[in-house]
């Protein structure tokens, strides 16, 4: 068995057989020349249904997270669209957490919402909690971000795998804040990983995608071909600038986590800093439990201000920091949640409090990074 660099850097990037280029070419072709009708070279015909490039991603994705089978999309909305599709019915219902992506909540209350699928919210990170509400009323998904968007809370997978197993719920985890070179909860019991791949796998803010991962069989058929005829995929250049992306992903993600440690641990000694959420904290609540699955603590910090004004104001003074949706790329980014990447949850159980900045922690010079912080803070 292979270590998780070698998977980032050869899985599904064998040479080219042709030429004997190292790195694989980007296949650009819409349609593919069949030898006789439906005599096929490689399984591939059109665009949609398979690419080359595409495979081969999939294939690496597959490998970095310990499945059997990694599905690629054209956003993380898209990959989450399609395994919702494959596995609801009008009627089923999804337990979620109260602190996730404003993206996910809205795709399942205001797109799947109608359809007839219903959603409830409970505190992910207490086990507890999770078990009385399956028990309340059964889940077809417990949908699990761990560590959550924007707060940092950390929850249990293996326990939650175990809870969702008893009651007859599928497990899903959202990886995107950990990424595979942090944390693979397949190994954990989880039974599929999604990821938007736009974060940290692609690692550069120059592309959009997202991906499924899984095991069973018969489920990766159902996603792929709601990839296939709903058409959600992703392009080639898409698939290979996240190839390229993510073999660096694992020197990426220790600096991500030494650059979010140091930002972490400085901030919240900081007198205009009211909380910080990172779990690399001893003194946060999901720490022991982030130590135990997971090879580090990331590189997202939240902070929370005085109040919004202030907030806004930090937000809006960064100079290294740029102010942006998005996160998980090189450099470093400053969101205000409430107005930018979780409005849609405004007025919800899941809505940010309003004091709260996410912090994107790059992989600059630490100094530059704090200094940069520091000026922030003093505009105050």
Known sequence: MTGFDTNAVHAGQEFDPTTGAVIPPVHFSSTYAQDGIGGLRGGYEYGRSANPTRSAFQTQLAALEGGAHGISFASGLAAEDALLRAVLEPGDEVLLGNDVYGGTYR???RIL???GVKLRVVEMSDLAAVEAALAESPAKILW?????????KVS???????????????VVVDNTFASPALQQPISLGADVVVHSTTKYLGGHSDVVGGAVVLNDDALAEK???????AGGVSGPMDAWLTTRGIKTLGIRMQRHSENGQAVAEHLVAHPKVAQVYYPGLATHPGHD??????????GIVSVALTDAAAARRFAESTQLFTLAESLGGVESLVNYPDAMTHASVRGTELAVPEE??????GIESIDDLIADLDQALGAL
Request: glycine share 12%; no cysteine; charged share 15%.
């Open 223 to 229: 996603v792929r071909f709601l990839q296939f005829a």
């Open 113 to 115: 919402g109608p359809w």
């Open 289 to 298: 439990i982030a130590a135990r699955q997971m090879a580090g603590f990331g």
């Open 356 to 361: 709260v900045v996410r912090l994107s922690v």
């Open 156 to 170: 249990d997978i293996a326990g939650l795998s175990r809870l969702g197993r008893a009651a007859g719920a599928l």
């Open 107 to 109: 795709l399942i209350a």
């Open 144 to 152: 699990v971000e761990t560590p959550s968007n924007p707060l940092l």
